[in-house]
Protein backbone atom coordinates (compact mmCIF):
# COMPACT_ATOMS: atom_id res chain seq x y z
CA UNK A 1 0.00 0.00 0.00
CA UNK A 2 1.36 3.58 -1.42
CA UNK A 3 0.91 6.49 1.08
CA UNK A 4 0.37 9.97 -0.53
CA UNK A 5 3.11 11.94 2.26
CA UNK A 6 1.57 15.18 0.81
CA UNK A 7 -1.79 14.36 2.59
CA UNK A 8 -2.11 15.66 6.45
CA UNK A 9 -1.20 12.78 8.94
CA UNK A 10 -4.50 12.37 9.71
CA UNK A 11 -5.45 11.06 6.04
CA UNK A 12 -2.25 8.81 6.25
CA UNK A 13 -3.39 7.54 9.71
CA UNK A 14 -7.33 7.32 8.32
CA UNK A 15 -6.10 5.32 5.58
CA UNK A 16 -3.60 2.64 8.30
CA UNK A 17 -6.73 2.18 10.02
CA UNK A 18 -9.36 1.38 6.95
CA UNK A 19 -6.15 -0.85 5.37
CA UNK A 20 -5.96 -3.24 9.39
CA UNK A 21 -9.38 -2.74 9.81
CA UNK A 22 -9.82 -4.59 5.99
CA UNK A 23 -7.60 -7.02 6.72
CA UNK A 24 -8.89 -8.21 10.31
CA UNK A 25 -12.20 -6.76 11.19
CA UNK A 26 -13.33 -8.13 14.82
CA UNK A 27 -16.41 -9.60 15.44
CA UNK A 28 -18.86 -9.65 18.48
CA UNK A 29 -21.98 -11.36 18.37
CA UNK A 30 -25.27 -10.80 20.11
CA UNK A 31 -28.16 -12.45 19.86
CA UNK A 32 -31.23 -10.28 20.71
CA UNK A 33 -34.38 -12.97 20.88
CA UNK A 34 -33.37 -15.46 18.07
CA UNK A 35 -34.01 -18.99 17.60
CA UNK A 36 -30.51 -20.16 18.27
CA UNK A 37 -30.27 -21.28 14.38
CA UNK A 38 -28.61 -18.33 12.77
CA UNK A 39 -26.03 -18.22 15.80
CA UNK A 40 -25.49 -21.66 15.26
CA UNK A 41 -24.85 -21.11 11.60
CA UNK A 42 -22.56 -17.98 12.68
CA UNK A 43 -20.68 -20.44 14.80
CA UNK A 44 -20.15 -23.03 12.07
CA UNK A 45 -18.75 -20.02 9.77
CA UNK A 46 -15.76 -19.96 11.85
CA UNK A 47 -15.08 -23.78 11.90
CA UNK A 48 -12.91 -25.75 9.72
CA UNK A 49 -15.56 -26.07 6.80
CA UNK A 50 -16.25 -22.50 6.20
CA UNK A 51 -13.31 -21.02 8.29
CA UNK A 52 -14.09 -17.24 8.10
CA UNK A 53 -10.88 -16.64 10.05
CA UNK A 54 -9.24 -16.82 6.94
CA UNK A 55 -10.27 -13.76 6.42
CA UNK A 56 -8.88 -12.34 9.02
CA UNK A 57 -12.29 -11.89 11.28
CA UNK A 58 -11.90 -12.65 14.78
CA UNK A 59 -15.03 -13.62 16.90
CA UNK A 60 -14.06 -12.27 20.57
CA UNK A 61 -15.75 -10.91 23.83
CA UNK A 62 -15.61 -7.54 24.36
CA UNK A 63 -18.00 -4.38 22.13
CA UNK A 64 -14.86 -2.82 23.36
CA UNK A 65 -12.50 -4.48 20.88
CA UNK A 66 -15.39 -5.19 17.80
CA UNK A 67 -15.31 -3.12 14.90
CA UNK A 68 -17.92 -5.30 13.77
CA UNK A 69 -21.28 -6.31 15.58
CA UNK A 70 -23.40 -9.50 13.95
CA UNK A 71 -27.00 -9.52 15.34
CA UNK A 72 -29.25 -12.61 15.12
CA UNK A 73 -32.92 -12.77 15.87
CA UNK A 74 -35.80 -9.72 16.11
CA UNK A 75 -35.36 -7.73 19.17
CA UNK A 76 -37.40 -8.40 21.91
CA UNK A 77 -38.58 -6.18 24.93
CA UNK A 78 -35.38 -7.44 26.78
CA UNK A 79 -32.80 -7.13 24.53
CA UNK A 80 -33.18 -4.05 23.48
CA UNK A 81 -31.51 -1.74 25.60
CA UNK A 82 -28.65 -4.56 26.12
CA UNK A 83 -28.51 -4.09 22.26
CA UNK A 84 -28.58 -0.51 22.51
CA UNK A 85 -25.81 -0.42 25.05
CA UNK A 86 -23.29 -2.38 23.11
CA UNK A 87 -23.53 -0.91 19.90
CA UNK A 88 -23.05 2.13 22.44
CA UNK A 89 -19.81 0.42 23.68
CA UNK A 90 -18.04 -0.08 20.73
CA UNK A 91 -15.14 2.39 19.91
CA UNK A 92 -16.46 4.20 16.30
CA UNK A 93 -16.01 3.64 12.76
CA UNK A 94 -18.52 0.43 13.91
CA UNK A 95 -20.54 -1.33 11.57
CA UNK A 96 -23.79 -3.87 12.09
CA UNK A 97 -24.29 -7.00 10.13
CA UNK A 98 -28.14 -8.21 10.39
CA UNK A 99 -28.32 -12.44 9.77
CA UNK A 100 -31.50 -14.15 9.22
CA UNK A 101 -34.53 -13.25 8.37
CA UNK A 102 -35.76 -12.16 11.75
CA UNK A 103 -32.99 -9.70 12.04
CA UNK A 104 -33.97 -7.88 9.13
CA UNK A 105 -37.80 -7.96 9.05
CA UNK A 106 -39.12 -10.02 12.57
CA UNK A 107 -39.92 -13.21 10.71
CA UNK A 108 -41.80 -16.23 12.34
CA UNK A 109 -41.96 -13.93 14.95
CA UNK A 110 -43.89 -10.79 13.51
CA UNK A 111 -47.25 -9.77 15.84
CA UNK A 112 -45.65 -11.87 19.00
CA UNK A 113 -46.28 -9.79 21.95
CA UNK A 114 -42.77 -9.55 23.13
CA UNK A 115 -41.44 -8.70 20.24
CA UNK A 116 -40.81 -5.07 19.02
CA UNK A 117 -39.29 -5.95 15.66
CA UNK A 118 -36.25 -6.00 13.85
CA UNK A 119 -32.18 -5.02 14.54
CA UNK A 120 -32.49 -1.51 12.80
CA UNK A 121 -35.53 -0.51 14.33
CA UNK A 122 -32.71 0.07 17.61
CA UNK A 123 -29.62 0.44 15.62
CA UNK A 124 -28.11 1.27 12.28
CA UNK A 125 -27.51 -1.77 10.30
CA UNK A 126 -25.02 -2.02 7.23
CA UNK A 127 -25.70 -5.48 5.86
CA UNK A 128 -28.42 -7.57 5.73
CA UNK A 129 -28.18 -11.41 5.43
CA UNK A 130 -31.14 -13.06 4.04
CA UNK A 131 -32.27 -16.28 5.23
CA UNK A 132 -33.62 -18.64 8.02
CA UNK A 133 -31.39 -19.51 8.94
CA UNK A 134 -28.62 -18.31 5.99
CA UNK A 135 -26.48 -20.52 4.79
CA UNK A 136 -22.85 -20.28 6.39
CA UNK A 137 -21.58 -19.33 2.70
CA UNK A 138 -24.14 -16.28 2.68
CA UNK A 139 -22.49 -15.17 6.36
CA UNK A 140 -19.49 -15.34 4.49
CA UNK A 141 -20.42 -13.12 1.72
CA UNK A 142 -22.45 -10.72 3.93
CA UNK A 143 -19.15 -10.33 5.89
CA UNK A 144 -17.34 -9.68 2.76
CA UNK A 145 -19.93 -7.59 1.04
CA UNK A 146 -19.02 -5.23 4.63
CA UNK A 147 -15.58 -5.41 3.72
CA UNK A 148 -15.86 -4.02 -0.08
CA UNK A 149 -18.52 -1.20 1.25
CA UNK A 150 -15.30 -0.44 3.99
CA UNK A 151 -12.87 -0.24 1.75
CA UNK A 152 -14.89 2.07 -1.11
CA UNK A 153 -15.82 4.48 1.88
CA UNK B 1 -14.12 -11.11 65.56
CA UNK B 2 -15.29 -8.17 64.57
CA UNK B 3 -12.36 -7.58 62.07
CA UNK B 4 -12.65 -10.99 60.77
CA UNK B 5 -16.47 -10.71 59.79
CA UNK B 6 -15.09 -7.74 57.91
CA UNK B 7 -12.64 -9.11 56.08
CA UNK B 8 -14.86 -11.55 55.78
CA UNK B 9 -17.75 -9.84 54.00
CA UNK B 10 -14.78 -7.63 52.18
CA UNK B 11 -13.60 -10.94 50.08
CA UNK B 12 -17.64 -11.82 49.21
CA UNK B 13 -18.57 -10.34 45.83
CA UNK B 14 -21.09 -10.93 42.64
CA UNK B 15 -19.64 -11.39 39.61
CA UNK B 16 -22.09 -10.57 36.63
CA UNK B 17 -21.96 -12.76 33.91
CA UNK B 18 -24.21 -12.35 30.89
CA UNK B 19 -26.32 -11.70 28.79
CA UNK B 20 -23.28 -10.76 25.82
CA UNK B 21 -21.29 -13.65 27.04
CA UNK B 22 -18.22 -14.72 24.67
CA UNK B 23 -19.01 -17.89 25.75
CA UNK B 24 -22.74 -18.20 25.53
CA UNK B 25 -23.87 -17.64 22.10
CA UNK B 26 -27.30 -17.02 23.77
CA UNK B 27 -28.58 -14.25 26.36
CA UNK B 28 -28.83 -15.50 29.92
CA UNK B 29 -28.00 -13.49 32.76
CA UNK B 30 -26.10 -15.14 36.22
CA UNK B 31 -24.93 -13.66 39.25
CA UNK B 32 -22.15 -15.62 41.10
CA UNK B 33 -21.75 -15.04 44.80
CA UNK B 34 -18.38 -15.48 45.36
CA UNK B 35 -16.25 -15.75 48.54
CA UNK B 36 -12.26 -16.20 47.23
CA UNK B 37 -13.04 -18.37 44.56
CA UNK B 38 -15.54 -20.29 45.78
CA UNK B 39 -19.24 -19.47 44.98
CA UNK B 40 -21.49 -19.17 47.65
CA UNK B 41 -24.67 -18.40 45.93
CA UNK B 42 -26.27 -18.29 42.35
CA UNK B 43 -28.55 -16.64 40.36
CA UNK B 44 -30.27 -16.79 37.20
CA UNK B 45 -32.08 -14.57 35.19
CA UNK B 46 -33.84 -15.73 31.81
CA UNK B 47 -36.25 -14.04 29.43
CA UNK B 48 -34.14 -12.07 27.22
CA UNK B 49 -35.18 -14.18 24.24
CA UNK B 50 -38.48 -14.75 25.73
CA UNK B 51 -40.66 -13.78 22.10
CA UNK B 52 -44.50 -14.82 23.22
CA UNK B 53 -44.49 -17.61 21.19
CA UNK B 54 -47.08 -19.64 23.14
CA UNK B 55 -49.79 -16.56 22.84
CA UNK B 56 -48.43 -15.78 19.15
CA UNK B 57 -49.83 -19.87 17.73
CA UNK B 58 -53.30 -18.17 19.59
CA UNK B 59 -53.28 -15.91 16.30
CA UNK B 60 -52.33 -18.33 13.43
CA UNK B 61 -54.02 -20.68 12.24
CA UNK B 62 -52.77 -24.79 12.62
CA UNK B 63 -50.38 -25.11 9.95
CA UNK B 64 -49.01 -21.23 10.51
CA UNK B 65 -47.87 -23.33 13.97
CA UNK B 66 -45.99 -25.58 12.75
CA UNK B 67 -43.64 -23.37 10.99
CA UNK B 68 -43.45 -20.83 13.72
CA UNK B 69 -43.25 -23.78 16.95
CA UNK B 70 -40.60 -25.15 14.66
CA UNK B 71 -38.56 -22.02 15.19
CA UNK B 72 -38.51 -21.92 19.18
CA UNK B 73 -35.37 -23.46 18.81
CA UNK B 74 -33.10 -23.77 15.62
CA UNK B 75 -31.09 -26.79 16.98
CA UNK B 76 -33.78 -29.01 17.80
CA UNK B 77 -35.92 -27.94 15.73
CA UNK B 78 -37.40 -31.14 14.35
CA UNK B 79 -38.50 -32.42 17.55
CA UNK B 80 -40.61 -29.28 18.56
CA UNK B 81 -42.30 -29.73 15.21
CA UNK B 82 -42.89 -33.41 15.70
CA UNK B 83 -44.38 -32.94 19.24
CA UNK B 84 -46.82 -30.05 18.04
CA UNK B 85 -47.62 -32.90 14.88
CA UNK B 86 -48.13 -35.32 17.64
CA UNK B 87 -50.43 -33.68 19.86
CA UNK B 88 -52.49 -32.23 16.80
CA UNK B 89 -53.18 -35.69 14.98
CA UNK B 90 -54.22 -36.88 18.14
CA UNK B 91 -56.68 -34.27 18.59
CA UNK B 92 -57.96 -34.62 15.22
CA UNK B 93 -58.08 -38.30 16.00
CA UNK B 94 -55.87 -39.67 13.03
CA UNK B 95 -52.47 -40.75 13.01
CA UNK B 96 -49.53 -40.49 10.14
CA UNK B 97 -48.93 -43.27 8.14
CA UNK B 98 -46.08 -46.18 9.51
CA UNK B 99 -43.66 -44.53 6.85
CA UNK B 100 -43.91 -41.02 7.82
CA UNK B 101 -43.60 -42.19 11.51
CA UNK B 102 -40.42 -43.68 10.74
CA UNK B 103 -38.96 -40.99 9.13
CA UNK B 104 -39.73 -38.69 12.36
CA UNK B 105 -37.82 -41.13 14.01
CA UNK B 106 -34.65 -40.86 11.71
CA UNK B 107 -34.86 -37.44 11.36
CA UNK B 108 -34.85 -36.81 15.20
CA UNK B 109 -31.79 -39.04 15.96
CA UNK B 110 -29.67 -37.62 13.03
CA UNK B 111 -31.06 -34.11 15.40
CA UNK B 112 -29.75 -35.74 18.41
CA UNK B 113 -26.46 -36.70 16.69
CA UNK B 114 -25.86 -32.88 15.08
CA UNK B 115 -27.61 -31.62 18.73
CA UNK B 116 -24.64 -33.95 20.39
CA UNK B 117 -21.65 -33.27 18.62
CA UNK B 118 -22.46 -29.61 18.61
CA UNK B 119 -22.52 -29.75 22.36
CA UNK B 120 -19.35 -31.93 22.37
CA UNK B 121 -17.41 -28.79 20.43
CA UNK B 122 -19.49 -26.28 23.18
CA UNK B 123 -18.11 -27.93 25.77
CA UNK B 124 -14.57 -28.15 24.85
CA UNK B 125 -14.52 -24.83 23.50
CA UNK B 126 -15.65 -24.09 27.43
CA UNK B 127 -12.76 -26.34 28.57
CA UNK B 128 -10.52 -24.38 26.93
CA UNK B 129 -10.00 -27.44 24.53
CA UNK B 130 -10.01 -25.67 21.17
CA UNK B 131 -9.31 -28.56 19.08
CA UNK B 132 -11.56 -30.78 20.17
CA UNK B 133 -14.35 -28.21 19.77
CA UNK B 134 -13.00 -27.26 15.76
CA UNK B 135 -13.22 -31.58 15.25
CA UNK B 136 -16.37 -31.71 16.43
CA UNK B 137 -17.60 -29.05 14.52
CA UNK B 138 -16.05 -30.81 11.42
CA UNK B 139 -17.52 -33.57 11.78
CA UNK B 140 -21.11 -32.22 12.81
CA UNK B 141 -20.69 -31.11 9.27
CA UNK B 142 -21.41 -34.78 7.58
CA UNK B 143 -24.82 -35.04 9.54
CA UNK B 144 -25.44 -31.71 8.44
CA UNK B 145 -25.09 -32.87 4.90
CA UNK B 146 -26.90 -35.67 5.63
CA UNK B 147 -29.91 -33.49 6.79
CA UNK B 148 -29.72 -30.75 4.15
CA UNK B 149 -29.98 -33.69 1.20
CA UNK B 150 -32.57 -35.42 2.93
CA UNK B 151 -34.92 -32.22 3.98
CA UNK B 152 -32.78 -29.10 1.37
CA UNK B 153 -31.98 -27.24 4.66
CA UNK B 154 -29.14 -27.26 7.54
CA UNK B 155 -31.39 -25.83 10.06
CA UNK B 156 -34.90 -26.00 10.49
CA UNK B 157 -35.58 -28.67 8.13
CA UNK B 158 -39.51 -29.04 7.90
CA UNK B 159 -39.63 -32.35 7.76
CA UNK B 160 -42.93 -32.80 9.59
CA UNK B 161 -46.15 -31.91 8.23
CA UNK B 162 -49.65 -32.14 9.74
CA UNK B 163 -50.52 -36.05 8.86
CA UNK B 164 -46.77 -37.18 8.35
CA UNK B 165 -43.39 -35.82 6.67
CA UNK B 166 -43.02 -34.12 3.77
CA UNK B 167 -39.27 -35.83 2.47
CA UNK B 168 -39.44 -39.54 1.40
CA UNK B 169 -35.68 -41.19 1.61
CA UNK B 170 -34.77 -42.47 -1.48
CA UNK B 171 -31.94 -45.21 -2.24
CA UNK B 172 -29.53 -42.73 -3.38
CA UNK B 173 -29.86 -40.70 0.15
CA UNK B 174 -30.04 -44.42 2.01
CA UNK B 175 -26.28 -44.88 0.98
CA UNK B 176 -25.30 -41.74 1.42
CA UNK B 177 -26.72 -42.04 5.13
CA UNK B 178 -24.67 -45.20 5.29
CA UNK B 179 -21.62 -43.91 4.55
CA UNK B 180 -21.97 -40.83 6.63
CA UNK B 181 -22.89 -42.95 9.22
CA UNK B 182 -19.58 -45.28 9.41
CA UNK B 183 -17.30 -42.17 8.68
CA UNK B 184 -19.20 -40.92 12.49
CA UNK B 185 -19.02 -43.93 14.19
CA UNK B 186 -15.40 -43.78 13.94
CA UNK B 187 -15.38 -40.72 14.86
CA UNK B 188 -17.61 -40.89 18.26
CA UNK B 189 -15.37 -43.89 18.82
CA UNK B 190 -12.61 -41.25 18.55
CA UNK B 191 -13.78 -38.74 20.92
CA UNK B 192 -15.11 -41.07 23.88
CA UNK B 193 -11.86 -42.57 24.00
CA UNK B 194 -10.24 -38.07 24.35
CA UNK B 195 -12.49 -37.30 26.97
CA UNK B 196 -12.29 -40.37 29.29
CA UNK B 197 -8.32 -40.55 28.82
CA UNK B 198 -7.03 -37.55 28.02
CA UNK B 199 -5.57 -36.25 31.57
CA UNK B 200 -5.94 -32.54 31.20
CA UNK B 201 -9.55 -33.29 29.94
CA UNK B 202 -10.42 -35.22 32.94
CA UNK B 203 -9.22 -32.74 35.52
CA UNK B 204 -12.31 -30.66 34.11
CA UNK B 205 -14.52 -33.21 34.14
CA UNK B 206 -13.98 -36.06 36.50
CA UNK B 207 -15.80 -35.88 39.84
CA UNK B 208 -16.96 -31.87 39.28
CA UNK B 209 -20.48 -30.85 39.09
CA UNK B 210 -21.25 -34.10 41.07
CA UNK B 211 -25.16 -35.04 40.87
CA UNK B 212 -26.28 -38.14 42.92
CA UNK B 213 -29.46 -39.97 41.65
CA UNK B 214 -31.41 -38.77 44.58
CA UNK B 215 -30.48 -35.37 43.56
CA UNK B 216 -31.76 -35.47 40.24
CA UNK B 217 -35.13 -37.28 40.92
CA UNK B 218 -35.51 -33.91 43.03
CA UNK B 219 -34.23 -31.56 40.87
CA UNK B 220 -36.36 -32.99 38.29
CA UNK B 221 -33.69 -33.14 35.80
CA UNK B 222 -34.13 -34.64 32.62
CA UNK B 223 -32.81 -35.88 29.64
CA UNK B 224 -28.76 -36.98 29.71
CA UNK B 225 -28.42 -35.09 32.71
CA UNK B 226 -30.43 -37.17 34.40
CA UNK B 227 -29.16 -40.24 32.68
CA UNK B 228 -26.28 -39.47 33.77
CA UNK B 229 -26.70 -39.48 37.07
CA UNK B 230 -28.23 -43.39 36.87
CA UNK B 231 -31.94 -41.84 36.67
CA UNK B 232 -33.73 -43.62 33.33
CA UNK B 233 -35.85 -40.87 32.93
CA UNK B 234 -36.42 -41.05 28.59
CA UNK B 235 -39.53 -40.55 26.55
CA UNK B 236 -38.62 -42.60 24.25
CA UNK B 237 -38.76 -45.99 26.42
CA UNK B 238 -41.18 -44.90 28.85
CA UNK B 239 -43.83 -43.88 26.78
CA UNK B 240 -42.55 -44.52 23.25
CA UNK B 241 -44.30 -42.13 20.35
CA UNK B 242 -43.57 -42.00 16.56
CA UNK B 243 -41.96 -45.09 15.70
CA UNK B 244 -40.18 -45.84 18.56
CA UNK B 245 -42.08 -48.72 19.26
CA UNK B 246 -41.15 -50.90 16.04
CA UNK B 247 -37.55 -49.03 16.18
CA UNK B 248 -36.69 -49.17 20.01
CA UNK B 249 -33.83 -47.17 21.77
CA UNK B 250 -31.97 -48.80 24.46
CA UNK B 251 -31.05 -45.98 27.35
CA UNK B 252 -27.66 -44.99 28.15
CA UNK B 253 -27.02 -44.50 31.47
CA UNK B 254 -23.69 -43.62 33.69
CA UNK B 255 -23.91 -44.02 37.97
CA UNK B 256 -21.29 -41.49 38.35
CA UNK B 257 -23.41 -38.16 37.99
CA UNK B 258 -20.00 -36.51 37.13
CA UNK B 259 -19.22 -34.00 34.19
CA UNK B 260 -17.30 -37.13 32.65
CA UNK B 261 -20.63 -39.29 33.28
CA UNK B 262 -22.60 -36.62 31.25
CA UNK B 263 -19.70 -36.78 28.08
CA UNK B 264 -19.65 -40.14 28.28
CA UNK B 265 -23.70 -40.46 28.47
CA UNK B 266 -24.52 -38.23 25.77
CA UNK B 267 -21.55 -39.59 23.29
CA UNK B 268 -22.76 -43.46 24.23
CA UNK B 269 -25.77 -42.15 23.14
CA UNK B 270 -24.69 -41.36 19.65
CA UNK B 271 -24.21 -44.71 18.86
CA UNK B 272 -27.65 -46.22 19.80
CA UNK B 273 -28.82 -43.08 17.18
CA UNK B 274 -26.57 -44.53 14.38
CA UNK B 275 -27.85 -47.65 15.57
CA UNK B 276 -31.58 -47.17 15.29
CA UNK B 277 -30.78 -44.79 11.66
CA UNK B 278 -29.54 -48.22 10.33
CA UNK B 279 -32.26 -50.27 11.08
CA UNK B 280 -35.13 -47.56 9.72
CA UNK B 281 -32.89 -47.22 6.66
CA UNK B 282 -33.13 -51.25 6.22
CA UNK B 283 -36.62 -51.62 7.39
CA UNK B 284 -38.48 -48.64 6.26
CA UNK B 285 -42.06 -49.23 6.53
CA UNK B 286 -43.59 -48.88 2.53
CA UNK B 287 -46.71 -46.42 1.87
CA UNK B 288 -48.38 -43.25 2.07
CA UNK B 289 -46.22 -40.13 3.47
CA UNK B 290 -48.85 -37.94 4.45
CA UNK B 291 -52.66 -38.38 5.30
CA UNK B 292 -54.85 -37.85 2.43
CA UNK B 293 -56.82 -35.90 4.66
CA UNK B 294 -55.75 -33.89 7.53
CA UNK B 295 -59.46 -31.33 8.62
CA UNK B 296 -57.92 -27.67 9.17
CA UNK B 297 -60.22 -27.27 11.92
CA UNK B 298 -59.36 -29.38 14.65
CA UNK B 299 -62.01 -31.03 17.13
CA UNK B 300 -62.55 -29.10 20.62
CA UNK B 301 -60.42 -30.96 23.58
CA UNK B 302 -56.81 -30.85 25.16
CA UNK B 303 -54.34 -33.18 24.52
CA UNK B 304 -50.49 -33.71 25.66
CA UNK B 305 -47.67 -34.97 24.15
CA UNK B 306 -44.25 -35.45 24.95
CA UNK B 307 -41.27 -35.76 23.00
CA UNK B 308 -37.60 -36.69 23.84
CA UNK B 309 -35.55 -33.79 22.57
CA UNK B 310 -31.75 -34.30 22.71
CA UNK B 311 -31.67 -32.25 25.71
CA UNK B 312 -34.55 -34.25 27.40
CA UNK B 313 -38.01 -34.08 27.95
CA UNK B 314 -40.27 -31.69 25.93
CA UNK B 315 -43.63 -31.27 26.80
CA UNK B 316 -46.67 -29.56 24.87
CA UNK B 317 -50.15 -29.00 25.94
CA UNK B 318 -52.63 -28.11 23.21
CA UNK B 319 -55.94 -27.04 23.70
CA UNK B 320 -58.40 -26.91 20.40
CA UNK B 321 -62.12 -24.73 20.82
CA UNK B 322 -62.67 -26.47 17.52
CA UNK B 323 -61.80 -23.48 15.61
CA UNK B 324 -58.92 -22.98 13.20
CA UNK B 325 -56.19 -21.24 15.57
CA UNK B 326 -55.24 -23.31 18.41
CA UNK B 327 -57.04 -21.81 22.09
CA UNK B 328 -54.05 -22.54 23.90
CA UNK B 329 -50.50 -24.21 23.21
CA UNK B 330 -48.17 -24.57 26.70
CA UNK B 331 -44.41 -25.64 26.24
CA UNK B 332 -42.11 -26.97 28.39
CA UNK B 333 -38.43 -27.38 27.43
CA UNK B 334 -36.09 -29.50 29.19
CA UNK B 335 -33.14 -26.93 29.96
CA UNK B 336 -35.81 -24.85 31.54
CA UNK B 337 -35.64 -28.04 34.00
CA UNK B 338 -32.06 -28.80 34.11
CA UNK B 339 -31.69 -24.95 34.63
CA UNK B 340 -32.60 -25.82 38.50
CA UNK B 341 -29.21 -27.99 39.12
CA UNK B 342 -26.69 -25.30 37.60
CA UNK B 343 -27.65 -23.30 40.29
CA UNK B 344 -27.64 -25.93 42.95
CA UNK B 345 -24.20 -27.88 41.59
CA UNK B 346 -22.28 -24.49 41.77
CA UNK B 347 -22.97 -23.63 45.02
CA UNK B 348 -19.18 -24.61 46.75
CA UNK B 349 -17.69 -24.96 43.49
CA UNK B 350 -14.79 -22.81 42.00
CA UNK B 351 -15.69 -19.81 39.98
CA UNK B 352 -13.90 -21.55 37.05
CA UNK B 353 -16.12 -24.68 37.20
CA UNK B 354 -18.99 -22.27 36.59
CA UNK B 355 -19.18 -22.48 32.72
CA UNK B 356 -18.44 -26.49 32.72
CA UNK B 357 -21.03 -26.86 34.76
CA UNK B 358 -23.66 -24.59 33.14
CA UNK B 359 -22.44 -25.94 29.99
CA UNK B 360 -23.48 -29.84 31.18
CA UNK B 361 -26.65 -29.28 31.36
CA UNK B 362 -26.60 -28.12 27.13
CA UNK B 363 -28.62 -25.28 28.14
CA UNK B 364 -30.74 -23.77 25.34
CA UNK B 365 -32.06 -20.25 26.44
CA UNK B 366 -34.03 -20.18 23.39
CA UNK B 367 -36.09 -22.80 24.02
CA UNK B 368 -35.83 -21.60 27.82
CA UNK B 369 -37.45 -18.66 27.65
CA UNK B 370 -41.16 -19.62 28.33
CA UNK B 371 -42.25 -16.90 30.28
CA UNK B 372 -43.24 -18.49 33.53
CA UNK B 373 -44.26 -15.98 36.02
CA UNK B 374 -43.50 -17.05 39.72
CA UNK B 375 -44.84 -15.13 42.36
CA UNK B 376 -42.61 -14.09 45.43
CA UNK B 377 -43.87 -12.54 48.09
CA UNK B 378 -46.98 -13.74 50.77
CA UNK B 379 -48.72 -16.09 48.20
CA UNK B 380 -45.71 -17.83 47.31
CA UNK B 381 -45.71 -21.49 48.22
CA UNK B 382 -44.23 -24.82 47.00
CA UNK B 383 -45.77 -27.16 45.85
CA UNK B 384 -44.70 -31.53 46.47
CA UNK B 385 -44.96 -33.84 43.67
CA UNK B 386 -47.91 -35.53 45.27
CA UNK B 387 -49.92 -32.47 45.62
CA UNK B 388 -49.46 -31.55 42.05
CA UNK B 389 -49.95 -35.17 40.78
CA UNK B 390 -52.85 -35.23 42.69
CA UNK B 391 -54.21 -32.14 41.86
CA UNK B 392 -54.04 -33.57 37.64
CA UNK B 393 -55.45 -36.42 38.48
CA UNK B 394 -58.27 -34.45 40.09
CA UNK B 395 -58.28 -32.50 36.99
CA UNK B 396 -58.73 -35.31 34.39
CA UNK B 397 -61.50 -36.86 36.50
CA UNK B 398 -63.27 -34.47 36.69
CA UNK B 399 -63.54 -33.71 32.98
CA UNK B 400 -63.92 -36.96 32.34
CA UNK B 401 -66.77 -36.87 34.60
CA UNK B 402 -68.23 -34.25 32.81
CA UNK B 403 -68.81 -35.74 29.58
CA UNK B 404 -65.14 -35.57 28.26
CA UNK B 405 -62.81 -32.92 27.26
CA UNK B 406 -64.79 -29.99 25.79
CA UNK B 407 -63.80 -26.70 24.23
CA UNK B 408 -65.32 -24.16 26.21
CA UNK B 409 -66.63 -26.10 28.94
CA UNK B 410 -63.83 -26.41 30.69
CA UNK B 411 -64.39 -25.63 34.26
CA UNK B 412 -61.48 -25.44 36.60
CA UNK B 413 -64.12 -26.66 39.32
CA UNK B 414 -63.03 -29.68 40.41
CA UNK B 415 -59.60 -28.01 41.38
CA UNK B 416 -58.37 -26.86 45.05
CA UNK B 417 -57.90 -23.43 44.92
CA UNK B 418 -54.69 -22.62 42.84
CA UNK B 419 -52.30 -20.03 44.50
CA UNK B 420 -51.95 -17.04 41.97
CA UNK B 421 -48.54 -18.11 41.12
CA UNK B 422 -49.63 -20.79 39.11
CA UNK B 423 -52.54 -19.51 37.82
CA UNK B 424 -50.19 -16.82 36.08
CA UNK B 425 -47.49 -19.33 34.95
CA UNK B 426 -49.83 -21.04 33.10
CA UNK B 427 -51.38 -18.44 31.12
CA UNK B 428 -48.33 -16.22 30.36
S1 LIG C 1 -34.01 -16.17 10.90
FE1 LIG C 1 -34.80 -18.23 11.24
S2 LIG C 1 -33.03 -19.36 12.00
FE2 LIG C 1 -32.55 -17.20 12.20
S3 LIG C 1 -33.17 -16.67 14.27
FE3 LIG C 1 -34.91 -16.24 12.94
S4 LIG C 1 -36.15 -18.07 13.02
FE4 LIG C 1 -34.14 -18.61 13.78
Given amino acids: MTLNLAQSWQDALDKVRTWARLNSPWLIHYNSGSCNGCDIEILATLTPRYDVERLGVKLQGSPRHADVLICTGPVTRQSKDRLRRIYEQMPEPKFVIAVGSCAISGGAFQGCYNVIGHIDEVIPVDVYVPGCPPRPEAIIDGVVKLLQKIGKQ | MHTNEHTQKAETFIVPIGPQHPALREPGHFEFTIEGEIVTAASV ?13 ESRNWVQNLYMLERICGICSHIHATAYCLGVEQLAGVEAPPR ?18 LWLGEAAHEAGFETLFMYAWRDRETVMDILEALTGNRVN ?7 GVKYDVTGEQASKIEQGLDYL ?4 RHYLDVVTSDPVFIQRTRGIGVMTAVQADRLGVVGPTARASGVVRDVRVEAPYAAYTAFPITPVLAQAGDLEARFVVRLRELFESYGVIRRILANLPPGELVLKRMPRRIKAGEAISRVEAPRGELFYFIRSNGSDTPDRVKVRTPTLCNMASVLTLTVGRHLADVPMILVGIDPC ?5 RGLVLKRGADHEHWTWDRLRQIGLDYYAGERGS ?10 APLPPCPPALLTGMHV
Avoid: W
Wanted: charged residues 25%.
Fill in chain 2, 157 to 163: YSANLLG
Fill in chain 2, 365 to 369: FSCND
Fill in chain 2, 100 to 117: AQAIREMVAELERTHSHL
Fill in chain 2, 45 to 57: RLGYAHRGIEKGT
Fill in chain 2, 185 to 188: EERT
Fill in chain 2, 403 to 412: GGVGGTSISP
